[in-house]
């Protein structure tokens, strides 16, 4: 059976939704089934993949308000293996529409765990708050994978988002975890980046992923062109280190090595390549 794995911060501007597309195409790269389900009303995940969101007439919207049917929403895409569930603006009204729903927490869920088999890897693209449709990718998942920025107070805004899950895990999912922290938006040529890589490391321990993703020019610019990095620029610093995440996960977050003072020197160059 599959995992199935949110990737949430409740702040925007994280990576989030960089991370939603790129480890996900490089996953479904390196052999596994993915489905990736954009649940943010933003439905930049969903441009981000080639598909044109405002063409799309169907969302998860309908499946969790109206019975629609969810096989009917997937959609292949240009990487092979790679499988999309894309979100139209109908899911902005899901927050308050879900609020009289019986079980309204678990729909999502009820929803999702039938078909969770017939993919090594369900990854859920949350809204960045910490509404009933994060409440639902929560109580769906097995675990949490939160992108931290690189950037001063950084960790003081991961705590609500801690305590969120926190709470799911007392009242409606016990066995959820977090998955593991990615920092992204690393400017190596500042202190900053490693005070917070420090800080991270220093209270997370291995949660944290030993990838770190860099600021980088095209990863900025690929999802405007509709592609994962890996189409748009697969020789740039941004892919490669978005295929180190994902082998880095295959193995089991085993590729634990420490940051040297050459390979900073060596991401300051590359930084904004």
Do not use: W
Not at 212 to 227: T, Y
């Amino acid at each position: 059976m599959g995992k199935l794995i949110s990737i949430c911060n409740q702040k925007g501007g994280v990576g989030k939704t960089t991370t939603a597309i790129n480890l996900s195409a490089y996953l479904a790269l390196l052999g596994k089934r993915v489905l990736l389900l954009d649940l943010d009303p933003q439905g930049n995940a969903t441009s981000g993949v080639g598909i044109n969101k405002n063409e799309v007439q169907y969302s998860i919207y309908s499946v969790l308000l109206h019975g629609h049917d969810l096989q009917s929403l997937i959609r292949e895409v240009e990487i092979k293996n790679l499988f999309v569930i894309p979100s139209n603006p109908d899911l902005s009204g899901a927050e308050v529409e879900l609020v009289e729903k019986e079980n309204r927490e678990f729909k999502l869920k009820d929803v999702l765990v039938p078909i969770k088999e017939q993919y090594d890897y369900i990854y859920i693209d949350c809204p960045p708050s910490l509404g009933l449709l994060t409440i639902n990718a929560l109580s769906a998942s097995d675990s949490v994978l939160i992108p931290l920025q690189c950037e001063y107070y950084a960790l003081e805004g991961l705590s609500q988002l801690l305590k969120t899950i926190d709470l799911v895990k007392q009242n409606l999912h016990p066995a959820i975890e977090i998955e593991g922290l990615l920092l992204t938006m690393a400017d190596f040529r500042t202190k900053l980046t490693q005070e917070v890589i420090e800080e991270a490391r220093k209270f997370f321990k291995e949660k944290v992923y030993n990838t770190v993703i860099p600021r980088s020019i095209r990863l900025g610019e690929a999802p405007s062109h509709g592609k994962p990095i890996a189409l748009y620029s697969r020789e740039s610093l941004g892919a490669s280190k978005y295929e180190e995440l994902a082998k880095e996960i295959l193995n089991g977050g085993l590729m634990k090595t420490q940051l040297t003072d050459a390979d900073a020197s060596s991401e300051e160059r590359k930084l904004h390549v």
